[in-house]
């Protein structure tokens, strides 16, 4: 009886060669995170929408300038998004963009809400999960050409 030869090598060394050609691949993007967030999700993807594509300096005005809470919020997570591009993997933060951001649905807090006649109401308070990734657009041009 003959024996089967294996023609695709272990899994181990598929994993190793993986991770070695991305660490070979130029690093173009930073993102950050901020989870639970005691912030409503539809309210914060009423901020987060008008920076979508936008530079980080027009970004960042766009942020200061707004009158909401979740801006406030979105300002840090986009500051820090811009802190890791320039720390982490060296990004010059004048060329860097918002390419992606969005606002996800975290876990709510139940709170009852008495009502009349000995009845109650479930109150939700949401929280959000916001992440927003920065680009560096000029080594995005390198790579395309």
């Known amino acids: 009886m003959e024996e089967k030869v294996q023609s695709r090598p272990k899994r181990s060394i ?7 050609e991305e660490a070979s691949r130029p ?8 989870r639970y967030v005691r912030i409503s999700p539809f309210k914060a993807r009423a901020v987060i929408n008008a920076i979508r594509g936008k530079s980080v300096t027009e970004a960042q005005a766009i942020l200061q300038f707004s009158s909401k809470k979740a801006a406030r919020i979105i300002l840090k997570v986009l500051n820090s998004a811009i802190a890791n591009a320039q720390n982490n993997h060296g990004l010059n933060p004048e060329s860097l963009y918002v390419s992606q951001c969005y606002v996800d649905e975290g876990p709510r807090l ?4 008495p009502r009349g ?26 790579l395309s050409q």
């Open 27 to 34: 690093v173009i993007e930073a993102r950050a995170v901020a």
């Open 117 to 142: 006649r000995g009845r109650a109401d479930i109150l939700l308070k949401r929280m959000s999960h916001i992440t927003v990734v920065v680009r560096d657009k000029s080594k995005e041009r390198e």
């Open 14 to 20: 598929l994993h190793r060669t993986r991770k070695q």
């Open 110 to 113: 139940k709170r009852l809400w």
